[in-house]
């Protein structure tokens, strides 16, 4: 006859049952606060690293310009281990932000969307997820992506960023109620009624 290998028992004490879940739930407690930490840092380093090698990038794509003429995608292609696509965002992350600490606690997907820097959309099917947004969220993707183009006003002309200004006029004024917080009016609702 096999016996059973030795397997711990719950102790019987409800003070014992007690201390031992505190123990457990605490242990885990910890480890949630050790990676949550750890992965906050790891981001961080992540957008530092990213601008980094785009000023690096922006730096040699000057000097390739310069010495090679028009040969820098096949200095890119050469050199560079990640996509074309890649090397382009980090440069983008370098020539919107020449100070690196003003996206410090970001991700550097949160980084990209805060400067309007298009990335690749995590797709559901890598990971065998089968999601539906809600339509006013791809729709809103939608608008974004058409409005990449224009996403860096510093290069636009007075003209263009009227028109661009005078077009979203109205989608901006039909979503700014969505955004706006209710607290002003409802303050103001227990002002009026209390006089």
Request: charged content about 25%; some cysteine; hydrophobic content about 40%.
């Amino acid at each position: 006859m096999k016996t059973l290998p030795d397997t711990p028992t719950e102790p019987t004490d409800p003070r014992q049952q007690v201390q031992q879940a505190a123990f457990e739930i605490n242990r885990l407690h910890a480890e949630v606060v050790r990676l949550t930490t750890e992965s906050r840092q790891s981001l961080v380093s992540a957008v530092a690293i990213a601008w980094q090698t785009g000023q690096l990038l922006l730096a040699e794509k000057k000097r390739v310009r310069q010495t090679c003429g028009g040969a820098w995608g096949l200095w890119l292609e050469h050199n560079f281990k990640g996509t074309p696509r890649t090397a382009q965002r980090y440069m983008w992350l370098a020539e919107c932000e020449p100070d690196v600490s003003s996206l410090k606690g970001l991700s550097l997907r949160q980084a990209y969307f805060r400067l309007g820097i298009a990335t690749e959309h995590k797709s559901p099917a890598k990971f065998g997820l089968s999601l539906q947004l809600p339509s006013h969220i791809r729709l809103a993707g939608k608008l974004f992506d058409a409005l990449q183009p224009c996403a860096d006003v510093r290069r636009m002309t007075p003209e263009q960023r009227e028109a661009y200004r005078i077009d979203l006029r109205t989608l901006y004024q039909r979503l700014r109620p969505l955004f706006e917080t209710d607290t002003a009016g409802a303050m103001a609702a227990r002002l009026t009624a209390g006089h």
